[in-house]
């Protein structure tokens, strides 16, 4: 037998071990944070000429005379520069009616472009270290962090870990500092990427395996950003819930589908001429899919890029709903979608901080299903847009219909839905808000699969109300703020379009109360009806 002693210096080594994973992870972050100060950026003529358009050289190449005799330590410092430049010119244009001179590229945009060739900063000479220092510091102190908890946290099965103890995961101090980083990565990711210049450069090794010398942009740091979170998040998963089958294949599997589909394939299939799609994303999810440059592109890619746009449409309108039908939501948004990965990833620890109040589930059905309306009216507008762009390909873009114009519905679509909603809120605030704001607050795919999952599914929960012991476990983690125990404690059956089949609840259960089943139609409510949500609140409804 072994000496308590041994058994008590041994978990204090592995502790030791553990708090130096911490230490390194930091030490990775810290570096990935300055990394925006280390630069040195003077842009020539010769680099301007290089990286902008004919008629935005002619509009900029005197205007922009004065900034490149300057030499910059931060892509800020440029940027900030250069946008008050190109707007002073762009103003006078619109000012003049000159239309035909207007710069429509985001000055954002094209500050990034000029930043990343004019870098000439310690990060930029020397990608590969800087790699490094931050990707491979943080995956690796992770790593050491996550599987020190194997032998810390003893045997498989979830326990009361104290995270309503814990500043990380409690909206303490340290879950407040996790919530201001990412909140200022999104904003500067999205509206002001030449600040990041230096950070996106660093991926240049990786972006060289797919396409040599090829400038990565700020998206394929982003996928490269994602793609680590979930692989290494996934094995946090599968290691905390490893007493439990459905969530070591379901973690594996939507971990794959990231790696695969939204990662490798959009950077490989290029390579071989073809467009880099992200195969599973479906609208309304991939709001973009009936914009003009995205039907121009896939019918212009022979062969494979017409396979592409009708897959599309029949995964929207033919397998999403078929599946739904079959297993409930639980298939996409669990299984196979990317938002959904990393919120069941990055986001786990976070799922105890979703709203179980009924405002919240009030607030829940407005919210999900205007974003839906918004998106099939914003479709709708671009839809038509595109049809007469390929009636009149000179057609311009500001076309009025209803007396709206489309362009202007898309941006502030994708400004408010694609960027603030889904980026910012949807992961900036995990810490605040819990893992899945995003999915039950504003995603119109979920909002299209819940209505079908809760009308016409063969999903539900299944509960033996007889073994439950009201321990609200399952509340505590459902990520979507739905009250199991409250089902439980009826012994109803769940069906609510908002469940993501996470199985979380039932992998929590100490009774082994709950199940994720598909079954016949007749009978998914149970005995008794739906619960809904009445007047009064959670209330039975008849069969
Ligand atoms: S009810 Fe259970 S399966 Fe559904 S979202 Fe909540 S935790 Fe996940
Ligand atoms: S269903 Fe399971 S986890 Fe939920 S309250 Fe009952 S015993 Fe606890």
Redesign the pocket.
Known sequence: MEKPFNKTSRMKQLKTIRYTGMGIFLLGLLIFTITPFLGEIQVTDEIINANLSENEYANLKEPLAEISKQTYNTGAGFGSDFKRVFNEVNERLKANEEWGKVMWTPSSDTALKLVMSANKGVVASNQLLFFLLTFGLCILGSLVYILTDLKIKGPPGIKNDGIYHDSATNRGWVGMLAFGWLFFFYIILYFYPYIIADTITLTQPIKSWFVEDEVPSKWFLYGLMYTVTMLVMGVRMIIKYRHNKYQIVRTITVVLFQLIFAFLLVEILPTFGLPGKDLKNAWPLDYQFLFDWNVQDLLANGQFGKFVFVWGISLSVIVVPVMVYFYGKRWYCSWVCGCGGLAETLGDPYRQLSSKKMWSWKLERWMIHLVLVFAVLMTVFVGYHTWNVFQNPEMENKEILFGFSAYDIRNYYSFLIGSVFAGVIGTGFYPILGNRAWCRFGCPLAAYMGIVQRFKSRFRIT?NGG?????????TYCEQGID??AY??KGQNIVRASCVGCGV?SA???????KLENGPEDGRFGNEGPIVLGNQGFELKDN
Do not use: K
Not at 467 to 475: E, L, T, Y
Not at 508 to 514: D, E, I, T
């Open positions: 509960t073994q439950c012991i009201s321990c609200g476990n399952c509340s199991v125990r439980a404690q609840c929590v259960c100490p009774r082994g109360v709950l």
